[in-house]
């Protein structure tokens, strides 16, 4: 297992559409168990393995709480089966938005079907924190980020407020060699 870096906003990446996997094997669990451990390292409740530049749909949660046991979840080629017209609002955040929270509304209770790591169909019905994470991880192997849920304005103003961050993270560029004015 292994802790792998997470890639953050504005990479380009966090917009691609995951590929489904056609087959579980070895590297998709050793995939799984290093996102897992990536997760748990952040420390975050769910991880998409875009997140960590990987454009495959296999997502990872643990919702359970500080003082419970560890209950990490693997879901992959997770789709959304059916979701409650009842809505909910949390205060999200995301990896790869670190330091960032903002209210999203979202279906309150919603049905998942996905394959395990043994390749195993499976189906789980979940509301309320569970409910908002697996929604908040299949839109990342959509490509979207829960930024897209807010107002123009507000996800405007968070991506220029990283993109800038991220230009200041580079190293300072080699300065330009003198070049002589010719015309
Ligand atoms: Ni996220």
């Known amino acids: 297992m292994a802790i792998r ?6 990479d380009p990446r966090l917009k691609l559409v995951s590929d489904a996997i056609p087959v579980i094997d070895e590297s ?3 995939l799984a ?8 390292d952040a420390p975050g409740i769910g991880l998409a393995a875009i ?4 454009p495959k749909r296999v997502i990872v949660i643990d919702v359970s709480g500080k003082d ?9 080629n997770a789709r959304l089966v059916s979701a409650s017209d009842e809505m909910s609002v949390y205060e ?9 929270y903002a209210e999203v509304e979202r279906p309150a209770r919603v049905t998942v079907s996905y394959l395990d790591e043994h390749g195993a169909e499976r ?3 979940a509301e309320g924190l569970l409910a ?5 991880e299949i839109d990342h192997t959509n490509g979207i980020n829960f930024i897209d849920h807010l107002s123009k304005l507000k996800r405007d103003r968070v991506i220029k407020k990283f993109t800038k961050a991220a230009k200041l993270e580079q190293p300072a560029a080699e300065p330009a060699p003198h070049r002589s004015m010719a015309g």
Not at 33 to 40: G, N, P, S
Not at 68 to 76: D, F, G, S, T
């Open 5 to 10: 870096p997470i890639i953050k906003l504005p």
């Open 28 to 30: 998709v669990r050793t």
């Open 33 to 40: 168990a290093d996102m897992l451990e990536t997760m748990y």
């Open 51 to 54: 997140q960590i530049g990987v």
């Open 68 to 76: 419970e046991p560890k209950a990490p979840m693997i879901l992959i």
């Open 92 to 100: 999200e955040g995301c990896l790869s938005i670190p330091d960032y």
């Open 123 to 125: 189906r789980i019905e």
């Open 132 to 136: 908002t994470c697996l929604q908040h």
